[in-house]
């Protein structure tokens, strides 16, 4: 009753009190079960105690103790307890093991994890169920070599077994060799005896390898015999958007939500699917219901905010991310940070500005603040707050090479002060030797002091690197600057190929009279 009535401590009391007044297995077990409701050590010690003092033949208790001996870092006791209900029942060896190395994954490192099972007694005898469990908690901790060399010997053994074949397929596309993976399992797969875990494992490696229409058959049949397999329905959902088909998208994950959806998945998919479709208040609707604990959560909101500055009000945009930060305080500052961003793409660079200045008096000396606010005020010719942040940057971490890089290029590109900036920028490749953004600020701090063919020949290895708009209007004008007119207006021109609607581009060539 007191159980019922969820007072769980003197429920605890009074079932201790009863197994130790009465040696009674059932009781005992009951006492135990409770036990480990309140959470406290020496509470659920007793319990398991005496349940194995009254019914020590019984595996349950011994399997029962293990996470609690784990939890005290009794790794020896844990491997004790493990190897006696083992013992006593094979027959749920496979129960057990899964058991274990679910417990060693929530409390272990993967070190003492993956070293508890090979001390275990059936690892030692070669029992293939606990190798195979050691190569699962192998993948687990994404030690793919590991799962391979465990996993390889049980298939030697058994070829056919359609549990280490998927095993070995998804570890091979862990490793980029979904090739490998769908030649491994595609006979396998193919067989009438072949589970719809195998084939659904098929064609998720066939829709990595791009044969999205022989995937979709693939889960087609799966669903005609199991039409409630969530994998399946929202497999199917993500087709059906990748082929920018709204509508059928909407009915999988519509289907996947009435039959229950764990992983809070289908409402993030929703909103997606209704956006396609173009109802907008109604993808909102599924944004906003997503839950804060899904891991779709923060992806949700994005949607949300960004299809209320399009079709609503920025300020209402403004007004939910404030509401965010009031409702979840711990990431406030990625929601400072979002809304800032916000502000900028949407031409209020004062606003976002002020913004940036309130969030540093929460955050000060946040790396990550003071760098966004540096790029607004170079927006906003505040190039005195801009040297003044990113100088700050470069005390608090001397090798920041962005900020090295951003300080430099804006030297070179708003000042004369040129070898300030080839200084600070040198720095920043150094640090980073090839990245094409300091490649293109190395060009155009030549371009400046008048070293066209040093220019050339950086601002064309960032522009081979990533073709970036940025960098092909820089190397166009060093081009034009060099008297190479035709060669400039033909990357200019593949550059608005690219991206007709770019404004740099077409400043460059404005101002330049092309």
Not at 130 to 140: M, N
Not at 295 to 308: C, D, G, K, V
Request: proline fraction near 4%; avoid cysteine; hydrophobic fraction near 40%.
């Amino acid at each position: 009753v007191a159980g019922q009535r969820g007072e769980i401590g003197a429920a605890v009391e009074l079932y201790e009190r009863a197994a130790d007044m009465v040696d009674s297995p059932k009781l005992a077990s009951r006492s135990a079960q409770v036990a480990t409701l309140s959470r406290n050590e020496q509470r659920i010690n007793h319990a398991l105690d005496r349940w194995v003092e009254v019914d020590p033949s019984n595996a349950d208790v011994y399997i029962m103790q293990a996470p609690f001996l784990m939890i005290d870092k009794d790794y020896d006791g844990a491997i004790k307890a493990i190897n006696k209900a083992l013992a006593l029942a094979p027959e749920k060896e496979q129960l057990y093991l899964v058991r274990v190395t679910e417990n060693l994954a929530e409390v272990a490192s993967p070190e003492q994890a993956l070293a508890t099972v090979k001390q275990l007694d059936v690892y030692q005898q070669g029992n293939p169920a606990a190798h195979y469990s050691y190569a699962r908690l192998a993948f687990f901790y994404k030690q793919y070599e590991e799962t391979l060399a465990e996993i390889n010997p049980l298939l030697d053994a058994e070829p056919n077994n359609q549990s280490y074949l998927i095993l070995k397929a998804d570890t091979l596309q862990r490793l980029g060799k979904s090739k490998e993976a769908l030649k491994l399992i595609e006979k396998a797969a193919k067989q009438d005896d072949a589970t719809d875990e195998l084939r659904f494992t098929y064609g998720k490696l066939l829709g990595d390898d791009g044969q999205l229409d022989k995937a979709k058959q693939v889960f087609e049949s799966i669903q005609l015999t199991n039409p409630e397999n969530r994998d399946v329905l929202y497999a199917l959902g993500l087709l059906a958007l990748e082929e920018k088909d709204g509508e059928t998208a909407k009915s999988y994950f519509n289907d996947l939500l009435k039959v229950g959806d764990p992983t809070n998945q289908a409402a993030y998919f929703m909103g997606i699917s209704e956006e396609l479709n173009g109802n907008i208040d109604a993808a909102m609707m599924w944004f906003a219901s997503v839950p804060v604990q899904s891991s779709r959560f923060n992806m949700a909101q994005t949607h949300y905010i960004n299809l209320l500055v399009e079709h609503k009000d920025i300020n209402k945009a403004r007004q939910h991310l404030a509401k965010l930060r009031n409702d979840l305080p711990q990431q406030a500052l990625q929601y400072y940070l979002f809304e800032a961003s916000l502000l900028r793409d949407n031409g209020m660079q004062q606003q976002a500005y002020d913004l940036l200045t309130e969030t540093l008096s929460q955050y000060p000396d946040n790396i990550d603040v003071l760098y966004s606010r540096a790029m607004v005020a170079e927006s906003i010719d505040k190039l005195a707050s801009l040297e003044k942040d990113l100088g700050r940057i470069l005390e608090l971490d001397p090798n920041n090479s962005q900020a090295l890089n951003a300080l430099g290029y804006t030297l070179a590109d708003r000042t004369d002060r040129y070898e300030e900036a080839l200084a600070l920028i040198s720095k920043a490749l150094a640090i980073k030797p090839g990245d094409p953004y300091y490649l293109d600020s190395l060009g155009w701090v030549y371009y400046r002091i008048g070293k066209l063919d040093e220019a050339e020949k950086y601002l064309r290895q960032a522009a081979t690197a990533q073709p970036d708009p940025e960098f092909i209007a820089h190397l166009g004008e060093v081009l034009w600057a060099q008297g190479k007119k035709k060669e400039a207006k033909k990357v200019w021109q593949q550059g608005l190929e690219k991206d007709q609607d770019n404004g740099l581009l077409k400043e460059t060539m404005q101002r330049l009279g092309v």
